[in-house]
């Protein structure tokens, strides 16, 4: 035979898949016909023919790997696409189990899923099972073949189950294994993530080996079978979203109108202030949203805006409802139910006292939030922790979650609208207080005309105030209040009354209209006590002559150092309500002349000595010239007094204890003070 003919035999074997055995006929059938005469050529084709029979037989063992190979990747497609398909996950596992069993030839496959709720392993899905106690085997944790596949998250199978001492047996399994028949199982793990959450087995009735080739396909398989389980759980995860979603959805619907409603309150808000609206303006409008009466009202709880009550529409308000007011400095017209009603009127029914407002306001900046007080609510209007007012509402009968919205957006708007007012009135302030400081200061030459300067007249005309009226200057003390806050509020008070007001030399000064210096301190104590919550000292004079302030602002401060001598902080005065301090202190006064006259020798003997001869007559006339009760204030014996005194008749007379001197020094003593306090 040839090797031409001998390699075109075994091709046709290739050709039809023979059986392993038939390449083995065509050597035995060369060997049997050359019979016991082989020569070397016989030798040589005997040979060649085995030759090609091994390789026959590999290309044979290729071609079988092949079709194997095949029909897992076969598998495995088909696996992916019933993934994809998004088929029911028990169909799924049910044929990745039977191909499992199909492309690894075994007896039965099987599927076991672990459920911690349980702690134990149950059988998912089975095939080629015919025991009813093995397809409803439960098994422990960390127990059987399965347990350490899942300890150590590695495949492991085992040729002979009962005897394999390398996992845990129990006395179930092994039954259940028994009755079932199985001798060889093949396990490998179901990853998800980091956790092993089953194991698929294949296992065989008789005892047998797995090759790596088929521990590989069937943990595939796994991984699918895993894969499966997670899109179920993946798929009710989105259908419990989708639904969530379809309720959220269905609750945005429903608040939609609310929403729009809001935008729709905050656009026309915002649109006032930039139309130039004002507090009556934003009180009507946030009174429309909200379908209610609003007032605004500043620190003091005085209100700065008319009461807003809007026509009812059903909740619905005209967004451009405002359009004809804005910019008219907060005219209204008769839109406004009340026709310009002031918001403190006792009329209104609803409307708090003082102390109950001070306090809505007072809770509702600390809070950050609306309060109620009594029929009405009140919001704080803010601004970087600076009170600017609140705003009031009345006639709302409960506020929903687009109220409370609705509200927030006109505090703010407010705020900022209250915040571009307090700036007008500073620049005001300031230019009105610049004004002040120049006429105390006399910085106004130029040709005078009635008394005062044309240029300085010109320039208080211009904002709004006739120095050819009488004009009161007042002086004002208040402890414990900061300086810019006792300026803005007399800035505020006197502007209100066409004055001015400013600082100089350190002091609040006010220059109001007014003939009566008495009646304009009360007042300005009255104002600036409202409008601090503190006490203040207020000492007035005048009215001076024409633009000359400067002589009745130094006897308004003396006066309000009078005051502060005396004790009466918190009060306020003119020189005439001082009594003989005021014929004095008065502006023709010679105090200083008198007290030199009277007190002098002492003062300067005192200044000599280092003695306190003036300081001791003080004291006795304080103790109604009680020896005993002068030495105790002192601290020195009653003696010491006595000599003090006698000293104090040989310098200035001993006539000095007489009650006409007494009360001459009596009253140089307390000038006296009340000159080096002032």
């Not at 191909?99 to 998912?124: E, F, I, N, V």
């Not at 009710?236 to 608040?255: F, I, S």
């Not at 600390?366 to 705003?391: H, I, K, M, W, Y």
């Not at 001197?661 to 003593?669: D, G, P, R, T, V």
């Amino acid at each position: 035979m040839t090797s031409t003919n001998s390699g075109r035999m075994f091709l046709e074997l290739l050709a039809r898949d023979a059986p392993a055995a038939e390449f083995e006929e065509p050597v035995i059938a060369a060997r049997a016909g050359g019979g016991s005469g082989e020569n070397d050529g016989t030798l040589a084709e005997l040979a060649e023919l085995e030759r090609s029979k091994l390789l026959a037989l590999r290309v044979r063992a290729a071609l079988d790997k092949s079709r194997r190979r095949e029909a897992e990747l076969s598998a495995l497609y088909e696996t992916v696409a019933d993934l994809v398909a998004l088929r029911d996950v028990d169909s799924v596992l049910q044929a990745i189990v039977a191909r499992a069993r199909k492309l690894l030839g075994t007896d039965t496959a099987y599927l076991a899923l672990y459920d911690p709720a349980r702690g134990c392993a149950y059988m998912r899905e089975t095939n080629g099972s015919v025991s009813a106690k093995f397809q409803q085997l439960l098994m422990p944790l960390g127990a059987g073949l399965g347990g350490l596949v899942v300890q150590t998250a590695s495949p492991y199978f085992s040729s002979s189950y009962l005897g394999d001492a390398q996992f845990r047996h129990t006395r179930d399994i092994d039954e259940a294994v028994t009755e079932e028949g199985l001798v060889a199982i093949l396990g490998v793990p179901l990853r998800l993530g980091g956790d092993v959450i089953g194991v698929l087995y294949a296992a065989d009735r008789s005892e047998r080996s797995f090759a790596r080739d088929e521990v590989t396909l069937l943990g595939s398989l796994a991984a699918h079978a895993a894969v499966a389980l997670d899109n179920a759980r993946l798929l009710q995860e989105t259908n419990t979203a989708l639904a969530d979603l379809n309720a959220a959805n269905r609750l945005v619907q429903t608040r939609s109108a609310s929403v729009e409603r809001a935008a729709a309150a905050y656009e026309r808000f915002t649109g006032l202030v930039v139309r130039g609206g004002g507090v009556d303006d934003i009180a009507h409008a946030v009174g429309e949203a909200l379908n209610g009466s609003v007032v605004v009202v500043g620190p003091d709880g005085r209100p700065l805006s008319r009461i807003a009550e809007p026509r009812r529409s059903g909740g619905d308000f005209d967004p451009d409802g405002a359009e004809s007011r804005a910019g008219t400095g907060g005219r209204t017209d008769g839109r406004f139910g009340t026709e310009g009603r002031s918001g403190g009127d006792s009329g209104s029914e609803d409307w708090p006292g003082a102390e109950a407002l001070a306090d809505a306001m007072a809770r509702s900046r600390a809070q950050g939030r609306a309060v109620s007080c009594g029929n009405c609510t009140v919001a704080a209007v803010v601004a970087d922790q600076e009170p600017l007012g609140a705003l009031v509402i009345s006639g709302v009968g409960g506020f929903d979650d687009t109220d409370r919205v609705i509200l927030e957006r006109g505090v703010t708007v407010t705020a900022l609208l209250l915040l571009f007012r307090t700036s007008l009135a500073q620049a005001e302030e300031r230019v009105r207080g610049e004004l002040l400081t120049d006429l105390l200061s006399q910085r106004h030459g130029g040709a005078r005309h009635g008394g005062g300067s044309l240029a300085v007249r010109e320039r208080a005309r211009r904002l709004g105030t006739d120095l050819d009226k009488p004009h009161v200057v007042a002086v004002v003390a208040a402890d414990d209040v900061p300086t810019q806050r006792v300026s803005a509020a007399a800035g505020a008070w006197a502007g209100a009354r066409r004055g001015l007001a400013g600082r100089h030399e350190g002091r609040t000064v006010l220059l109001v209209p007014g003939d009566d210096p008495s009646a304009v301190a009360r007042a300005v104590e009255a104002g600036l006590r409202t409008a601090l919550a503190r006490p203040v000292t207020v000492g007035a004079a005048g009215p001076p002559d024409g633009t000359a302030v400067a002589d009745a602002y130094a006897e308004a401060l003396q006066c309000l150092g009078a005051l502060q001598a005396l004790g009466r902080t918190g009060s306020a005065a003119a020189m005439d309500d001082l009594g003989f301090l005021g014929l004095v202190l008065g502006r023709h006064a010679d105090t200083d002349g008198f007290v030199r006259r009277t007190l002098g020798p002492l003062i300067e003997y005192d200044e000599r000595r280092g003695t306190s001869l003036l300081d001791t007559v003080e004291s006795y006339f304080l103790h109604g010239q009680s020896l005993a009760r002068t030495g105790a204030a002192l601290h020195v014996h009653v003696n010491t007094v006595s000599q003090r005194l006698e000293r104090v008749g040989q310098i200035v007379g001993e006539d000095w204890n007489t009650p006409q001197y007494a009360l001459e020094a009596q009253l140089a003593l307390r000038l006296r003070r009340v000159l080096t306090t002032a």
